[in-house]
């Protein structure tokens, strides 16, 4: 964590050592080497990926005139971020479900990547895109793995075909196909059981579905948190069974996500999404640029902007807004504006989101922000619908019954009221006078 | 097959790697400050982390410096003894025994192998006669509650459930109260997978754990996290998470067989000094073994075991 500002700081004082010496060689440059090692290796990205990458960062930052740049520092990572958002592929490379329905689509991958909960968002994005999938369950080795397809379907609204009591993968695919065509779907997204890369037989047992099937995507899905190990995953599958693209799950974590470096480096296939959260719509298409600040420590700002607009809706803005001007805003509204920031996530982890989150890291005591939003929609919550629209009838008795009601103090209710109060007064001078106004006020202080 | 070599088995890999990178390095050569390096990129190669490799190689180097290393066999046996005393302190078992029923209730992110560990715990406990109960406090993943139930079945014990999408807090109340009276010895409680960054479910945990404490006082005696040995640096991020958070007594590691690199565990030794329960080394029912640090060290680097 706060692992970018390390590392950037820890480049700067290497590189000030460096301005006495008017050019970088490759001994001097050493240090700066060894500080973006460390970053990368502890982001989990494989050992000689990273020393390969280096080794290409090395000849760039050599032929470029890092050091009369004001923050070589800087300039030098630019470098490493440029190379990262290269390796990992620079654009994103879509779903690709072209050919003759049924277009089959064969998920693959070690025990709990995420493969059925991975199908089942592929086969929501699709229907959304007016396709018509079928979710095929073959994995008849895990207890229930079938069963819970089968529940993701049925929220889903999605069909999914199963053979109760077949132990064949194999002839699941082949009944699948018969199905699937006969009943006009046009997609077929095959879930099979997780296995090791190492199990030649399990890895046979998947090849021969694939051959069978051939299908248009053959997509290996992988943990994000998967360490130095993901090379080796990724490499086998792909030379074993044949991998089109990779899906990368688990993202919503605090997991920096090197594994996905060390995956394109040696398969050489593009990352199609990433999965980031548990709920079924949440599948993103990955863009190199992103997992490249990741990687790095370094924020990612476009993903907050994108998450908060999925979040807020617009008609609700507008009415909102609407009611500011009208000086109609009640405590109503101001829960429900709580409310749609807590869906954006924790503060924490929308704090982090920013670049030079490291400032605030350990500064602000997350835990403490959150309960105190936390009492503030239970303060609101015990109050009655009539007492949050019209909140000039809270009078000290009923300020003693809100506050038993939600498990606070008197003062406590007392200061929200006065904060909402005062937010009110602050809003009506704001639509009143425009931003002139504010500004008029704020000088007058 | 004995325990020892179920865990040699489990690390082959791991092993192999280590060695081949380490003989390769070293071999035939005099012992340079290259041969440092070599272990140092066979160790993160492993998953050791950078911190903690950085110790262990520069202890091998001040070995090194005094003399004492000189030979090949001589960085094996001192890798060997400097892993065993890391590992040392966190080779602690479940006292099962101190407290009736005892309440384990196991976490950890999702896919990690929860209800698998689960059953093959549950079966170690079975096989030494004592009564259990299985809790199915996963109520959000789809299916989960089957999967438990299969197990159950097949371990012919019973398991306290109820619908989908209900409570897990209402589930753990329910089997803790269940499990004192039919005189059970080991109440297992499954919880859903999470990711230990989202703070709402941290709270769903918190309070299962409540609900726990005022049925049985004490309880739950056991809070197991269970690990993922194919997850990276991420594991430690896991490992501190969860503790700050619910003050986890325990650690399961799975998935150590073939394909992981059994290194993440010198960190949490080094780092967090949380007892490793148990491994899981294979598929098989009787594949998850009792964390030892002399075969784990002997395992990652060695050969033989010591008698």
Known sequence: MAMFEKLQERLESTFKKLKGY??????????????????????????????????????????????????????????????????????????DVAGSPPVPVLLLGLQGSGKTTTAGKLALLLRKKGRKPLLVAT?????????????????????????????????????????????????????????LHIDDGMVEEVANQKKFLNPRETLLIIDAMTGQDAVTIATAFNEKVGIDGIILTKLDGDTRGGAAISIRAVTGKPIKFIGVGEKLDALEPFHPERMASRILGMGD???LVERAQEVFDEKQALDLEKKIRKDEFTLEDFKDQIKQM???????????????????????????????????????????????????????????????????????????????????????????????????????? | MSLFDKIKNGLARTRDQLRTRIEWVVKGKPIDEDAFEGIEEALILADAGFETTEILVASLKEKWKRGQIKTTEDIQTSMIEEVEKLLLPIERHIPTDSKKPFVILTIGVNGVGKTTTIAKLANIYRTSKKKVLLGACDTFRAAAVEQLEVWAKRLDMDVIKHTEGSDPAAVAYDATKAAKARGIDVLILDTAGRLHTKVNLMEEMKKIKRVITKEVEGAPHEILLIIDATNGQNTISQVKTFHEALNITGIVVTKLDGTAKGGFILPIAHLLKIPIRYIGVGEKMDDLIPFSARDFSRALFGDKPET
Not at chain 1, 172 to 188: L, P, Q, V
Not at chain 1, 365 to 377: G, L, V, Y
């Open chain 1, 22 to 95: 008017g050019k970088l060689s490759e001994t001097n440059i050493k240090d700066s080497l060894r500080e973006v090692r460390i970053a990368l290796l502890e982001a989990d990205v494989n050992y000689k990926v990273a020393k390969d990458f280096l080794e290409k960062v090395k000849e760039k930052v050599l032929g470029e005139d890092v050091l009369s740049s004001i923050t070589p520092g800087q300039q030098f990572i630019k470098i490493v971020y440029n190379e990262l958002c290269e390796l990992l592929g620079k654009v994103n490379k879509p779903l």
């Open chain 1, 139 to 195: 994995d008849v080795y895990r207890p229930a793995a079938i069963d819970q397809l089968i529940k993701l379907g049925a929220q889903l609204n999605v069909a999914v075909f199963s053979l109760k009591d077949s132990k064949d993968p194999l002839a699941i695919c082949r009944e699948a196909k018969a199905y699937a065509m006969k009943n006009g779907f046009d997609t077929m997204i095959v879930d099979t059981a997780g296995r």
């Open chain 1, 301 to 303: 700002v476009v993903s």
């Open chain 1, 342 to 445: 807590r869906k954006l996530g924790s503060m924490e982890s929308i704090i982090s989101m920013f670049p030079g989150f490291n400032k605030f890291k350990g500064t602000i005591d997350f835990s403490a922000a959150e309960k105190d939003i936390k009492k503030t929609e239970a303060i609101i919550s015990s109050m009655t619908r009539r007492e949050q629209v019209y909140p000039h009838i809270i009078d000290g008795n009923r300020r003693v019954r809100i506050a038993k009601g939600s498990g606070t103090k008197v003062q406590d209710v007392n200061e929200l009221m006065k904060k909402f109060m005062e937010t009110k007064k602050m809003m009506k001078k704001l639509t009143k006078g425009g931003l002139k106004g504010l500004q008029k006020q704020l000088l007058s202080k």
